[in-house]
């Protein structure tokens, strides 16, 4: 069974500090690995990767796949009390077209 | 990217009666998928709303209890059919651009049923 776990369920770090996030996956017929935001209501796209070893970036977040080890991680550094949120991580599969989300990790940014 | 707009933002509804959430795209979409939140909980699945045919309705979701129409390719309806307290969550309409592999949210709907 397909199926994305991301690790730890929830952080609590100080402003200024950097974070890493995690993203493990099984999946038939890998396709993209993304990642969302979820501040409120809506997941707001972040990244979404394709090949292994490329390292996206945006601004302050960063993000890279390794489909050998079927992981990504997502690194936030010198946070802010912003970038408090829900980071979700999803995989599709070229076998299907819907995409299957982990559990999530809460960030909480203190000031 | 797609802008996506959905309507109502959130509804209080009473059990038994039945919502019609709206999702309107800017731009003509390969695909649209309904999602559900509840408190607490990752996003799941719904259904796969499909142009001009019958939704793609995933394990547990059947088209009595959610009917889905998708009459174009920038629009979609999902309707909460006797809504229960379980029901209670917030609803997404999702979107992949045509050609591309990224998917985009709607500001979703949350929905509260008394």
């Known amino acids: 069974e397909d199926k994305v776990v991301q690790s730890p369920l929830s952080l609590v770090v100080h402003e200024g500090d950097t974070v890493t996030l995690n993203c493990s996956y099984e999946?038939?017929?890998?396709?993209?690995l993304l990642w969302y935001k979820q501040e409120k209501k809506a997941p707001t796209f972040l990244f979404m990767l394709?090949?292994?070893?490329i390292e996206k970036k945006s601004g302050r977040l960063s993000s890279i796949l390794d489909k050998k080890e079927l992981f990504s991680i997502l690194n936030i550094t010198a946070t802010q009390t912003g970038d408090s949120a829900v980071y979700l991580c999803?995989?599709?599969?070229?076998?299907?077209?819907?995409?299957?989300f982990g559990s999530g990790t809460r960030l909480s940014i203190r000031p | 990217s797609a802008v996506i707009s959905q309507k109502p933002s959130r509804d209080i509804c009473q059990r038994g009666t039945s919502l019609t959430i709206q999702c309107q795209v800017d731009s003509q979409v390969t695909m649209m998928f309904w999602y559900r939140q509840q408190p607490g909980q990752s996003l799941t699945l719904i259904a796969t709303a499909n142009q001009g045919s019958e939704a793609t309705y995933e394990s547990g979701f059947v088209i009595d209890k959610f009917p889905i129409s998708r009459p174009n390719l920038t629009f979609s309806t999902l309707t909460v059919s006797n809504m229960s307290p379980e029901d209670s969550s917030i609803y997404l309409c999702?979107?992949?651009?045509?050609?591309?592999?990224?998917?985009?949210f709607g500001p979703g709907t949350r929905l509260t049923v008394t």
């Open positions: 999803a995989v599709k599969s070229s076998s299907a077209s819907k995409i299957i």
């Open positions: 394709t090949s292994s070893g």
């Open positions: 999702s979107v992949v651009d045509r050609g591309y592999y990224e998917q985009y």
């Open positions: 999946v038939t017929n890998f396709r993209s």
